[in-house]
């Protein structure tokens, strides 16, 4: 089991910045990968990042290249989402995810079983 719980979030203008926050405990290990994804007003929920706890590797949605960075501290067991020049069309409910995977980060939802509560990002024009 792990246990994802997000923090950060809000309101911001366009062309602004944000940073969410993922904490994770229980059982991690080396081969969890933590991914971003997020869910706008009558759309699926679509990968954002993700990165490979171990080996430090990163994959962005191309919507996002660019503009967004994940990162991990390991010493918190915390991922984050830095997200910036932000724009209307970001505006979504932002869930971490996590999961064990051999090899590559995956983007698929549905292997995902480990989930955050989700946070509010709205990006004003």
Known sequence: QVQLVQSGGGL???GGSLRLSCAASGRT???IVVAWFRQGP???REFVAGINWSLTRTYY??????R???SKDNAKNTVYLQMNNL???DTAVYYCAADRFLGG?????AQY?????GTQVTVSS
């Open 12 to 14: 911001v203008q366009a």
């Open 29 to 31: 290990s080396s081969s």
């Open 42 to 44: 009558g759309k699926e």
């Open 61 to 66: 949605a191309d919507s996002v290249k660019g």
């Open 68 to 70: 967004f960075t994940i």
């Open 87 to 89: 724009n209307p069309e």
């Open 105 to 109: 980060i995956s983007t698929a939802r």
């Open 113 to 117: 079983n480990y989930w955050g509560q």
